[in-house]
Every structure is written in structure tokens, then in C-alpha cells.
């Protein structure tokens, strides 16, 4: 797509640098700026263009510049030109220009900036700014009105709440640093805003606890996103594929979320999380792999109840990347190792199945993945249905017909609802393609291809880094005190000091 195509446009705070030359100048005189104006935005019919005279600064002319659509232009009218019309100029005002005196003592507005070029104020005015221009003035003033559509705070969506804060992100970037400052109220928490992208210029948010993330993890992530040449930055996904360690990995390595009380316990622990304008999913990095085990639910309940949900989860991985391959390689390699009770009924299932089980397999794995993502693509009131009543439809008229046996049928079914309990969406469809890749090892060289498949599995993890952090810590390398919340989640009293993955040592 063509946002992906590389520009000139890198992560700046202004584009105002690029622009340093006398043609940037602001004119004192409001018609040539109203042409500069129509020139850089080509006579756009929602740039307003308000023309007035302050009579109590001797008939000053004035205009005012907004863009209709994202401006409340009842604010306009209330706190720049009513104020404007009662102005009581004096000219005595010693040390002070006209713009930063109606900035100090007439505008009621809390963030007005002064800007005293033309690329400038094209940028305030697309942020959703009004623009104050004076006759025979060379400056003007950026006032805030603006008023951005936007949905309210709602539970989300992709991850279900059992017990803890319902309130989601939302696509308005302001109410979701609100969100997180509602949460961490600290002196030490920063943010820091700048834009990315030379077409769309969308505001992106790095957040973190200053004091616990360490100094090189915040600097790598500014400097990656320093890095970035592209046109447009529509969705935080355009951010993670641009700055995450490796791109040719089936494991994802920067993580996601939509709810807040997740990215704020993701900051009190040392990462550092990215926020982008219009999306409601946040980047949180650096990650690790347990992590994608955990759930804000595992610290929201007693430790007993969480670690056994946790143990369950892990081995819920085991069944959906292995429980097809073993079924296979038993069938195919590995006969003797079947009950003799079992292998007569398995054989006779498979007495009139004209395929191998890898091809049985196969065939019931591509069929239950077409029908999860037809679910999902859709209408919720039809999507749900459609998948369940497929599966068993096809199910049980693929057994009927001899395609399959029913044993296989069982081995999907079970495969396909353990993969439901990863809580990690991204994650769970990395364990769904890889599962492909040990049906493959296991139909070649059975067991032993089985073992050489996890071993290539097990060594590219070890290989992998997220922002310097190995990927497979604290198993590897090996971390004694923080195996306390890695497969298990011991007592809150058992946790006398901070982890040692990411975060600082407690200072004194």
C-alpha cells in the first residue's frame, strides 16, 4: 500500500525545520496571507476565513482561520471574538507586542501558542486550532477550539474483563493519556508526544515511568521510531512492524492491549508504552514470551486460582501445536505404541478412509481456519452461528462419507478448543501456523520429526530480543527470583523485591 512507501517525513516534533526561509514569513498584510493560505491548501471549502474589525484598538483588522469540521466554532464565538470586541488595548504596556499582550490579557483560552511563520501555523491549524492574524503584525496566535468526533470511554472489546476496570482505549489519543494518568498519578510519569508520518503527520505518544524504565530502553524506542520513513501512520500496527527486533518471526514481539489498567501495570514495570492518534491499541515494549500467558485476571484473584489458570493455559499450547502431530505420527510411525485396544478401533474407523492421516489432518486443520476466520469477517449476529453449525455439519458429513474418521474429528475438535484459551490473540495464531509446521515434521519422520521441529522452535525463541531483552527471560536466561510469576503466580507477600528483567534496582 502506498502509506508503506518510504518519504522524506521522520518522527519531528515540527516540520517547521525543513521550512527555515524568508518565503515562511507571516505577511502583515491579512490578504497576502489569506492567499498563502488558499495556495498551500487549494481553496478548501471547510477552511473559514473570518474577517473583523477590533474597533477598541483602533479599528484593527483581524482574521481569524479555522478548519469548520474540527473546531467547535461555539468556542470561537465565546473566548476569542467576544473577548476581542471588549478589548481595551493600551499601548503603554511596556515590553510587550500586541500578539503576546491579547495572548496574556484578553484570551481566556488555556493553550495559545505564538507563531511567527507561515508552516507553522498551517500545522496548528490542522491540529484543530484557530489561527489569529493582526494587520501589520508579522506574528499570529494558535488558540485551542478544537473539537474532534470521537466515541466514549467503553468496555473493550478484544479482551474480555472477567474481574477489573471495564473502560477500553478509544481512537482519540487525549482521552486515552487521560486514561492512563487517572491511573498512575506520579510526577515521574512522562509522555512524550511528537508526530510520524509526511502525509498524515499523526501524533504518537511514548509513555513511561521515569525512574523505573531504564534510560537505554526509552532511548532505543525513540531512536527506531526517530528511524521511520513513511507516508502515513493509520493504525499502531504501521508503528509495531517498523520497529520491532525481527521481522521474518512468527512470534509477535511487541505486545498490545485495549485496556488501560494493562498498559499502566505494563509501565510500572520498566516498558515502555506507544500510543498513536486513531487507533485504540497500545504498543507496549520491551515483551517477553510468558508474558503472553498472563491476564490481567491472574493478579486480580487469590494466587492458588492463578496459577492454576496459568498452568492450564501453558498446556493448552502444548495440546494445540502437538496434539495433531502426535495423532499422526502414532498412526503413521509409531504403531506399537497404541493400547491394542485402541489401534483396532482406530484401524477400523480408518478402514474405509482412502487417505493417509497427515492428508486427513490436514484437510479437518485448513477446513476448521476457513470457518474461524468466515466467523469472524461476519456479522457477530450470523458470524457465530455460521462456525459452529459449519464444523459440525461438515464434521459429520466428512465422517459419513469416509473422508475422515472420527477420531480425527475428535483430535481437531480438541485442538481447536485449546487454542481458545490463549489469552494472547496474537500469539494463538502464531501457535496455529507453527502447528502446521510440526504436522509436517511429525507425517516426515514421526516422533523423532516431532522432536526436531520443537527443538528448531525452542532455538529460534532463545535467538530472539525484544529492544535488547532476550525473549525467552527469565527461563533464558535463567532467573530464579522471577519464576515466582512466570508458570506459576506465588502469594503477593512472597515478592520482597522487583523483578530483574527490566527493572531497576530499587534506589535507597
Request: with cysteine; charged share 20%; glycine share 6%.
Amino acid at each position: 500500500m502506498r502509506f508503506f512507501k518510504k518519504g522524506k517525513a521522520k518522527f519531528v516534533i515540527h516540520k517547521e525545520q525543513d521550512f527555515h526561509t524568508d518565503d515562511s514569513s507571516i505577511s502583515p498584510s491579512l490578504e497576502e496571507v489569506k492567499t498563502a493560505f488558499d495556495d498551500h491548501f487549494g481553496h478548501q471549502n471547510d477552511v473559514i476565513y473570518r474577517n473583523f474589525i477590533i474597533q477598541n484598538m483602533d479599528d484593527r483588522k483581524a482574521m481569524l482561520v479555522f478548519m469548520k469540521d474540527i473546531t467547535n466554532q461555539d468556542w470561537i464565538s465565546q473566548q476569542i471574538i467576544k473577548p476581542l470586541s471588549k478589548v481595551e488595548y493600551k499601548q503603554e504596556y511596556p515590553g510587550k507586542g500586541v500578539m503576546t499582550s491579547i495572548k496574556e490579557r484578553v484570551l481566556t483560552t488555556g493553550d495559545i501558542v505564538v507563531v511567527d511563520n507561515l508552516v507553522k501555523a498551517f500545522d496548528e491549524l490542522l491540529s484543530g486550532k484557530a489561527i489569529l492574524f493582526l494587520g501589520d503584525e508579522t506574528s499570529a496566535l494558535a488558540i485551542s477550539v478544537s473539537d474532534w468526533e470521537s466515541r466514549s470511554v467503553e468496555e473493550p472489546t478484544s479482551q474480555t474483563v472477567v474481574r477489573g476496570p471495564r473502560e477500553g482505549f478509544t481512537e482519540s489519543l487525549s482521552k486515552n493519556k487521560a486514561l492512563l494518568r487517572k491511573r498512575i498519578q506520579s510526577h515521574q510519569f512522562r509522555i512524550e508526544t511528537s508526530r510520524v508520518g509526511e502525509i498524515t503527520q499523526t501524533n504518537v505518544s511514548i509513555a513511561f515511568i521515569e525512574g523505573i524504565a531504564e534510560e537505554s530502553i526509552i532511548n532505543e524506542v525513540k531512536k527506531r521510531i526517530n528511524d521511520i520513513h513513511i507516508d502515513g501512520v493509520l493504525e499502531s500496527n504501521n508503528i509495531e512492524e517498523l520497529i520491532q527486533d525481527q521481522a521474518f518471526t512468527p512470534f509477535p514481539t511487541v505486545a498490545n492491549s485495549e485496556r488501560p489498567d494493562v498498559v499502566a501495570a505494563a509501565l510500572l514495570e520498566g516498558r515502555v508504552a506507544i500510543l498513536v492518534d486513531g487507533t485504540p491499541f497500545a504498543l507496549m515494549v520491551p515483551v517477553v514470551f510468558m508474558q503472553f500467558f498472563q491476564t490481567p485476571e491472574d493478579y486480580s484473584s487469590r494466587a492458588v486460582e492463578a496459577s492454576f489458570l496459568r498452568i492450564m493455559r501453558h498446556a493448552s499450547l502444548l495440546i494445540t501445536l502437538l496434539v495433531p502431530s502426535i495423532y499422526i505420527a502414532l498412526t503413521t510411525f509409531h504403531q506399537e505404541m497404541i493400547p491394542p485396544k485402541l489401534l483396532t478401533g482406530l484401524a477400523a474407523q480408518r478402514e474405509g478412509v482412502p487417505f493417509p492421516a497427515f492428508v486427513e489432518a490436514l484437510f479437518m486443520e485448513l477446513t476448521f481456519e476457513i470457518l474461524r476466520e468466515a466467523g469472524i469477517r461476519m456479522p457477530k449476529s450470523v458470524g457465530q452461528a455460521v462456525s459452529v453449525v459449519g464444523a459440525i455439519v461438515i464434521g459429520q458429513a466428512a465422517v459419513e462419507a469416509d473422508f475422515v474418521s472420527a477420531a480425527m474429528v475428535i483430535v481437531v475438535s480438541i485442538t481447536a478448543i485449546a487454542s481458545f484459551v490463549m489469552p494472547s490473540y496474537n500469539l494463538g495464531n502464531s501457535v496455529r501456523m507453527l502447528r502446521f509446521f510440526i504436522m509436517i515434521c511429525a507425517a516426515s519422520f514421526g516422533f523423532f520429526g516431532i522432536m526436531l521441529g520443537l527443538f528448531s522452535i525452542i532455538v529460534h525463541l532463545c535467538s530472539l530480543r525484544s529492544f535488547g531483552v532476550p525473549y525467552m527471560a527469565p527461563m533464558a536466561p535463567f532467573n530464579l527470583k522471577d519464576q515466582k510469576d512466570t508458570f506459576v503466580r506465588m502469594p503477593r507477600t512472597t515478592f520482597s523485591s522487583k523483578g530483574e528483567i527490566l527493572r531497576k534496582q530499587t534506589r535507597q
